[in-house]
């Protein structure tokens, strides 16, 4: 059974800093990963999917790397931003479209 | 931009009672899906569809039952509430093809005494 886990739970930093969050899987036979971003009381946002074949992927301020063969993904914030508060979940695809999840990683950024 | 919508946002049922929880969306996507998300568990498959007409269990299916109604619309119902199903409820849907990101609607909060 796939099982993913979010280091750490909790993270508060300076606004400005740059960030890492991670996220582990035990199975490696995955088609993707995906990560997301949680605001309090709403529904998840996609931020990056990195395929199985790829390595990393970027949007803007967001930096993601997959290696599959260790299990293991992280997610770079560079220079955050009061507005990047939020929960950030890893979650991996695996056979039919099934997603499985992380606990997620609550980010705090202090003004 | 409407997305997928969920309804109700809020309920509040009594042991027993039945229940069906609405999803739509408005992107065209043939795949939608049921997640629970509780404190400390994350988030959790219920149920899935691949395409109209088709339906397939999850990781928590007991207790719940699903509906592909039509290619927008993926309902939820539960038959006899139990308090274990207080949670709150995500309807996502995504798209044709694999690697493709899964979008969801803004939760439906779920309590039952």
């Known amino acids: 059974k796939q099982e993913v886990t979010q280091i750490p739970a909790a993270l508060s930093v300076p606004e400005g800093e740059n960030l890492v969050l991670n996220c582990s899987f035990t199975?490696?036979?995955?088609?993707?990963l995906q990560w997301f971003r949680q605001d309090p009381g709403k529904g998840l946002t996609s931020l990056l999917l990195?395929?199985?074949?790829?390595r990393e992927q970027t949007s803007g301020r967001l930096n993601a790397s997959l290696d599959k063969s260790s299990g293991r993904s992280t997610l770079y914030i560079a220079a955050s931003q009061p507005g990047d508060s939020a929960t950030y979940l890893c979650?991996?695809?695996?056979?039919?479209?099934?997603?499985?999840f992380g606990e997620g990683t609550q980010l705090t950024v202090n003004p | 931009n409407a997305g997928v919508t969920q309804t109700p946002k809020f309920q509040v049922l009594k042991t027993g009672q039945s229940m069906t929880l609405q999803c739509a969306q408005d992107?065209?996507?043939?795949?939608m899906y049921w997640y629970r998300q509780d404190p400390g568990m994350g988030l959790r498959l219920i149920y899935y569809?691949?395409?109209?007409?088709?339906?397939d269990k999850g990781e928590v299916p007991n207790g719940y039952n699903v509906s592909r109604l039509n290619k927008r619309e993926f309902s939820l119902r539960l038959e006899s509430a139990a308090p274990s199903q207080t949670s709150v409820y995500f309807c996502?849907?995504?798209?044709?093809?694999?690697?493709?990101?899964?979008?969801f609607g803004d939760g439906t909060r779920l309590s039952i005494l």
């Open positions: 996502a849907s995504s798209g044709q093809y694999s690697n493709q990101p899964q979008h």
């Open positions: 199975d490696s036979a995955i088609y993707n």
């Open positions: 990195i395929q199985s074949s790829q």
């Open positions: 979650a991996v695809e695996t056979s039919g479209s099934r997603l499985t």
């Open positions: 992107m065209n996507h043939n795949s």
């Open positions: 569809s691949a395409s109209e007409g088709t339906t």
